[in-house]
């Protein structure tokens, strides 16, 4: 069984360099570009099924990659970290490597690293089992792409997944035994 994991395509908050969480925002015309290029990757993976969290600018990404019109199964448990009260903020006014890394990631009210890596393995521990002989295709944000791959590789000695993530629209392989 392979997963295939995509982050959404380019949304304006990306470039502003703003956190962007629970925010419902469109991709940008950069963001439905990209993802237009992944589609020519895309159409050429094996996958049975897409599941996609409910955000817009998961699901704009997924109607775009998606040419070959499976199914698309939204699920709760793929939307981004929950930033709370400081979503929006330029991630520049803060320390925003410790936001990803273990030990260091509570700031303010925000989901840690802990709570959302809880509700990720526990999808990915239920797509193993529920579509063990599918290949799956799953379109999130760049925060659930780091804990997939933790899911898949372990969380480094000191913690740190700032840099486990995905460019806009980038896909990543794993596999699932």
């Known amino acids: ?7 959404h ?29 992944a589609e020519k990757l ?4 094996n996958y049975d099924l897409v599941i996609c969290s409910p955000m817009l600018r998961t699901k704009q990404t997924a109607e775009i990659v998606n040419s070959k019109n499976k199914e698309i199964i939204f699920d709760n448990r793929l939307v981004e970290r929950d930033a709370r009260s ?19 990631d509570k700031i303010e009210d925000s989901e840690t690293i802990d709570e959302c890596k809880i509700r990720v393995y ?5 797509i193993k089992e529920k579509y063990l002989d ?12 780091r804990l997939i791959y933790t899911y898949f590789n372990g969380f480094p000695k000191r913690g740190d997944i700032y840099d486990k993530g995905h460019k806009n629209a980038e896909i990543k392989m794993y596999e699932l035994k």
């Open 42 to 45: 895309v159409k050429n993976l």
């Open 134 to 145: 599918k290949n799956v295709l799953i379109v999130t944000h760049n925060g659930v792409c």
């Open 86 to 104: 400081i979503e929006g903020i330029d991630v520049r006014e803060f320390n925003y490597r410790n936001f990803w890394t273990l030990g260091k």
């Open 1 to 7: 069984m392979y997963i295939y994991v995509i982050r």
């Open 9 to 37: 395509g380019q949304t304006d908050w990306n470039i502003q360099k703003r956190l962007l969480s629970r925010t419902d925002v469109s991709l940008n015309e950069s963001g439905i570009e990209q993802c237009k290029e």
């Open 122 to 126: 526990e999808f990915l521990d239920e």
